[in-house]
């Protein structure tokens, strides 16, 4: 079992920036790709970033330049960046860790981003 803690989350006006971390603990050994989905009300849940072991990133579309996410092995510990917010960031952002082949995904319970106009 993997657990994952998500942190960071909160109000931020448009145009500004927000750090979300995802601390992971329990069986990680395995978890090769971390990253981060959100889920705005009424939407399905989407890509933001995954991050694998060796450091390969992707992004969705809408978040292309904007995010950024990175991870420390060391610690066990992924984040994301976010800067240049806009209104249709806000979504509730959920952690991922699954392993190499995704047979085996674990999800944090979320944590709410909220971004004023």
């Known amino acids: 079992q993997v657990q994952l803690v998500e942190s960071g989350g909160g109000l931020v006006q448009s145009g500004g920036s927000m750090r979300l971390s995802c601390a992971a603990s329990?069986?990680?050994?395995?978890?090769?790709?971390m990253g981060w989905y959100r889920q705005a009300p009424g939407k399905q849940r989407e890509l933001v970033a995954t991050?694998?072991?060796?450091?390969?990133?992707t992004y969705g579309d809408s978040v292309k330049g904007r995010f950024t996410i990175s991870r420390d092995n060391t610690k066990n510990m992924v984040y994301l960046q976010m800067n240049s917010m806009k209104p249709e960031d806000a979504a509730v952002y959920f952690c991922?860790?699954?392993?190499?082949?995704?047979?085996?995904?674990?999800w944090g319970q979320g944590t709410q981003v909220t971004v004023s106009t």
């Open positions: 991050i694998a072991f060796n450091g390969t990133t």
């Open positions: 991922l860790a699954a392993d190499a082949r995704r047979d085996d995904e674990y």
């Open positions: 329990g069986s990680i050994f395995a978890m090769y790709h």
